[in-house]
């Protein structure tokens, strides 16, 4: 194997595996963006994936799959919307509550089903829309080829979603008013702006998205339900950190997404590397259980770095977590 | 008139009941000892799984039972989800004493400690207590107060016939691909590697072993990852010792081979996998349960610390599918013979080999590590316990 085909593998790996953190990503942006921390992303993905996944294989089609599983996952954005912008719950509590009941409605369904569980050969056309696409001169630059213009289409709906909501929210108006609402719900509130049709908006459409990353993970996963694992295999909280790492932008998100990818590939792509680059063979003499590490020590450390840093350039909603109720202001 | 015949219809009632009680007596008489005998188990995941470790325990414990005629429903206890906490473990077993549980199973390697200080209890002298993959037993010390035993199975000859199955499609000298949750660190994947490792040099003796340790048991989208890799690196079979099918899926989309492991993998596979070691949990727990049933005196000495293999059927592979040689099929059913026979075994300093008929050969040339010094003499401690290095031509990357 040649270097260019090693670094090409390395960046198609980066991307192929972690794209599913963009989704979690850009969904809790939207979330937090409109003051609501959702800590329920793992649980969402998770039973979002699932709901997707069955509906695709019973229906043969990749696009009710996708309808699916945002149905899905912003059906819990709206239990979460319900629970804390209308009954006023504290958010941190019900965040976690919808992430061990997304997880145990995962099991539920997926232990339910036992032999019955689809497999994803039998939807052939469900399969094959997932497949790389092939963009002829494009994908066979080299190094980069594969890599960017070779992925499957739910890579690059991961990033169409991402610009999209990055202009959503600095461009347009409406993208302003969620702004508004994230920082000073009071002052957005006397500027006749509705609150509460703002919030649920940005929850059940951020949850949503969610519930696609869900979705691409069945997918990448190959359909193969595990009695005692989930797909999501923790992706869901990591999505948390990086919506700090991205600064809440999320355009940002999308090389924050790489960056973060590539601490979680070195592991197991450090084989290809070494295969083309021996004088990288130093990268297998590294202990596996620092690198397990590796994802949760970048966390901590953008952790530290941001909250050190508070310059004007600093992002996060003023109003994040807080509940707002117009008679107690 | 009417009296006499009051007289004869009672008595007449009088003699249905009784022999309907009777048959229902000697009906009872038949089960009676299986029916008051209560199995404890105590699961690290959940009853409910439908694959992987834990399921794989509680099938074993269900058809044991079944065969031996008595009711899991009714007579087998269960508490699931125990983490390795000494404390939770000690929780669990108390509860199933408390239910009256005759013979105790703990089936996770991390619940030793629990078992051995619950068997020296004098309040649990009448409860037998069975450990799967452990170490401890009541034979090395007095302290004990009832029967402890642990058990395991010498998966390694299981793992050798697949290492055939791969060898053989593998080009020679080929690359062959080992997706493990540990290397060296435990006796358990180390003997396997290897054993795997010299089933591949018997019948591609140049061929090259890589594994991929992921350090961790159950991270399915690891294992994805590491056989995508060693599926890039150009491998052409993947075999594995962790618990999805992910290795086997990925060698299906890549279109190249895979060996699973505790269960036929081949529905998740179809063109890519060929055989998987497999464990014949039952025909312990048969053993175990039987003999704590209905001879608890001497327990010990007729179930010792059991280490099953190919020959007790306590492992094995699954059926060879569609994707395997009759060539190969014909191989592999002559070493399983000859491990049968007990004149042969993995970890000696005879190799085997076949000649151009498909004959054994046997050969005699030390074991060699893979820094290429002797490994010496090999023996079930080693295998079970210390066994910390690669054989030659294995590579971890």
Redesign the interface.
Known sequence: ?DIAEALG?FIF?IIS?NIALLYGTVGEILNEKAGSLNLGVEGIMAVGGMGGYLIGCSTDSMFAALLGAFIVGGLCGLLFAFLTVTLQANQNVIGLTITTFGLAVYFFIG?GL??KFP?LADSPSFQNAFKAVDMGALSDIPVIGKALFSQSPLVYLAIAIAIVAGVFLKRTKAGLRVRAVGENPGAADSAGINITAVKYTNIICGTGIMGLGGLYLSL???G?F????T?T?GLGWIAIALVIFANWKPIAAIFGTLIFGLFF?L??????L??AMPFLSFL?KI???L??ALPFIITAIVLIISSVRKHKNNNEPSAIGLNYFREER | MKKKLTVLLLVLVMIVASLGALTALTGCNGETENEGFLVGAIYI??K?????Y??AHHQGIVKAMKELGMNPDTQLKIVDNVPENNQQVTNAIDALAGQGCQLIIGISFGYGDAMAAAAKKPEYSDIIFTHATGAMSSLDSDDYTTSFNNYFGRIYQARYLSGIAAGLKASQGGKVGYVAAFGTEYAETCSGINAFALGVQAVNPTAEV?V?????W?????E???A???A???CEVIAQHC????PQ??AQ?KGIFGCGYNSDMT??APDAHLTAPIWNWNVYYKLAIDTAMNDPENYMEKVTNYYGGLKEGFVDISPLSKNVTEDTAAKIEKVRDLIVSGKWDVFTDVKLSFDAEGNIVKTKSPLLKADGTEAGDVDDVVIKVTMNYYVKGVS??
């Open positions: 194997m593998l790996a595996y232990r036992g032999d497999k990448y996963m190959g193969s595990e009695g005692s694992a797909w295999n590939t592991d197991t792509s450090k084989l290809v070494i295969d297998s202990p596996t259980e690198y397990s | 995941n959940s409910t799984d439908n694959s992987g834990t399921y890589i991929k340790e992921l350090g961790t159950g991270d399915q989208t690891k994805r990852q590491a995508v890799e060693l890039n690196i150009g618990d999805s099918a992910q899926i990925v989309e529905s998740e971890e990357k």
